[in-house]
Structures are given as C-alpha cells and as structure tokens.
C-alpha cells in the first residue's frame, strides 16, 4: 500500500499509467478502423467485418466496453483520434485520473492488530455456520403433463422383424 502510494506521486501525467500505456498500445492499431463522423459526438467506426457506433459526450460504445470498464475502447480512440485539440482526459472515466489516484491514496492508513489482539464482543447470541444437512428442495417430477389434445393413448409398437 505504501509502495503504491509512494509511485503515485512521482506521476506527471494525467491519466494513470495502465491507461496510458493501454492507449499506447491500441494506438498502434488504428490504421485497421475507419470512422465516419455523422455529428461533432457520434461516428461510425469500421473494422473488417464490424460496425460500432460510438457516442462521445455520452461515453458509450456499441462494443459496450467503454461502459463497462470507463477507459475509452479502441472504436472512440479511434474517433477521438480524428478530432481537433482532442484530449483523451476528457473521454476517460475520473477515476483514471491521476489527480483522483493520488486523492485515493492522500490519507494514512493505519496498521491493523492481529486476530489474536481482536477484542472479544458479546452480541447477546451466538452465529452459526449454515446447516448443509438440510435436504434439498424436492426434484421435478420427470414424467411431463400433457397438454389436453395430445393423444395420450399408449399404443404398442409391434415389431416386423422376425
Ligand atoms: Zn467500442
């Protein structure tokens, strides 16, 4: 913990070092995409064999991974990449930003005692471990319900062969 405290204040960038280098990285791969911009936020971004549409001033993708994990996906760096006086800062989620980082990791934290050193509480009961003894709940039942037009009859087959 203190180590990454320690690191988080040498940085100079804006965003984290893991976003930094994972734009770096797609950064290489953009000549695969071509975008069409059909507004100043939406586009079209092509791949091979797929089509992704991305919304910048409401951070999404149609690859969905921009909403889930809040670092721009390659589809809107691609994008983002095509615009004038664009920074990437303003397209990731604040909780890549270093200045955020180093707030996180602004205050102390203090050392925990060991178990043994716990203090001892009386909750007025005691807590006990689930009981996996119980029976499970009942199987379904493996003969189907008929709906009422199907035959139901049972007829026997009778084989030809002799
Ligand atoms: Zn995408």
């Not at 149609?62 to 809107?76: D, E, K, M």
């Not at 983002?80 to 980082?101: H, P």
Request: charged share 30%.
């Amino acid at each position: 913990m203190e180590a990454r405290r320690r690191m988080v204040v040498c940085w100079k960038e804006n965003l984290v070092l893991v976003v930094m280098k994972y734009v770096r990285d797609i950064s290489l791969k953009l000549g695969d995409y071509t975008v069409y911009t059909t507004s100043d936020y939406k586009a079209e971004v092509i791949e091979t064999n797929r089509r992704h549409e991305v919304i910048l001033n409401e951070q999404r993708c149609s690859c969905r991974l921009w909403q889930v994990s809040g670092i721009s996906c390659v589809h809107a760096i691609a994008f983002i990449g095509t615009m004038k006086d664009a920074n990437l800062k303003n397209y990731v989620s604040e909780y890549f930003i270093v200045a955020k980082y180093k707030t996180a990791y602004a205050l102390e934290i203090g050392s925990l005692p060991n178990k043994a050193q716990w203090i001892k509480v009386d909750i007025g009961y005691k807590v006990l471990p689930p009981n996996l003894s119980l029976r499970p709940p009942e199987k379904p039942k493996k003969e189907r319900i008929r709906s009422t037009d199907e035959n139901t009859s049972k007829k026997m087959h009778k084989c030809l062969r002799k």
